[in-house]
């Protein structure tokens, strides 16, 4: 079984920081394209960033300069660096993995990821 396990979310005031974790587990071959995503209430998912496995990066306008993705390919873990938070930053924040290749023996298979979500609270 492959899953996504998010964590460091949390309560903070505005102008502070959080850094969330997500680790994928499993027998994992590859992972693709990594993002964070979040919900806040009555709104729609919205895209934060996102990053390949080579590096490149994309990100939401309002994120731009306050976060910051990186990835352990190592650990397969992803994490997002939020800064100078705002209370229109609280949220649901869920990884994504598209495509993550896993193996069983000697089959290999496909699975789009999301993790169970984390609550990002700014209070003012």
């Known amino acids: 079984q492959v899953e996504l396990v998010e964590s460091g979310g949390g309560l903070v005031q505005a102008g502070g920081s959080l850094r969330l974790s997500c680790a994928a587990s499993g027998s994992i071959f590859s992972i693709n394209v990594t993002g964070w995503y979040r919900q806040a209430p009555g709104k729609q998912r919205e895209l934060v960033a996102t990053?390949?496995?080579?590096?490149?990066?994309n990100y939401e306008d309002s994120a731009k300069g306050r976060f910051t993705i990186s990835r352990d390919n190592v650990k397969n873990t992803v994490y997002l660096q939020m800064n100078s938070l705002k209370p229109e930053d609280t949220a649901v924040y869920y990884c994504n993995a598209p495509q993550v290749t896993y193996y069983i023996g000697s089959y290999y298979g496909d699975r789009d990821l999301w993790g169970q979500g984390t609550q990002v609270t700014v209070s003012s």
């Open positions: 990053m390949t496995s080579g590096g490149a990066t």
